[in-house]
């Protein structure tokens, strides 16, 4: 027969565990961001620049290492733009912004929580391709380190998930060669935005 001592033993036992996990410093961020640069990306041999928007799904890890901070990792799948000279389709190109940074949550643990943050970018360029007129060119792009600047807010949907709107700034520039000659730089100084749901580990 089951004796009252075992039961309350086995609840003492489970205790600790059910408070660990509801207190998990973890949470994995699951959603899409669109990636805008500014309109005006500068000259590029001695023409206007712009750069495409791309959307993609995007995914973070946020740490809560003190009452109302965190520190979260962004990644993405390939973000796919077309650079543009004087309007014209001139490269194609893919990039990987992982982004670090800490962040500040007002009101943590109430409904709506909304929060800012700032970090550093580091920004991957790889197959590049010229089109058009560069069609066949060797196109270089530098790699890129830059700031970022985070806010959005956080709204509760239950003890484990949430909901999440943001926008990042991230400060990315890099140096173009075509066949081994500077063109100059590209200033694509993206605002990043997009909703996800976090999981509370």
Do not use: C
Not at 163 to 183: C, E, L, P, Q, S
């Amino acid at each position: 027969m089951f004796q009252p001592k075992t039961l309350a033993f086995a609840v003492l036992l489970a205790a600790p565990i059910a408070v660990q996990a509801a207190e998990s410093p973890w949470t994995l961020h699951f959603g899409a961001h669109v990636v805008d640069p500014k309109s005006d990306t500068g000259q590029l041999a001695g023409l206007p620049s712009s750069v495409s928007k791309s959307t993609r799904p995007t995914f973070s890890v946020e740490y809560r290492f003190a009452p109302g901070w965190s520190a979260e990792l962004l990644a993405a799948l390939p973000f796919q733009h077309e650079v543009r000279l004087d309007g014209t389709r001139a490269v194609s190109v893919k990039q990987l912004p992982p982004t670090f940074g800490v962040l500040y949550h007002f009101m943590e643990g109430g409904k709506v929580s909304p929060f800012v943050g700032a970090g550093v970018n580091y920004t991957w360029f790889f197959d590049k391709k010229g089109r058009n007129a560069l069609d066949g060119a060797h196109v270089q792009m530098e790699n890129s380190w830059g700031a970022a600047g985070h806010a959005g807010v956080d709204i509760r949907l239950d003890d484990r998930w949430t909901f999440t709107v943001d926008a990042r700034y991230m400060d990315i520039d890099t140096k173009v060669k075509v066949n081994g000659a500077r063109v100059g730089t590209a200033h694509v100084d993206p605002w990043v935005y997009g909703l996800s749901f976090g999981y509370r580990l």
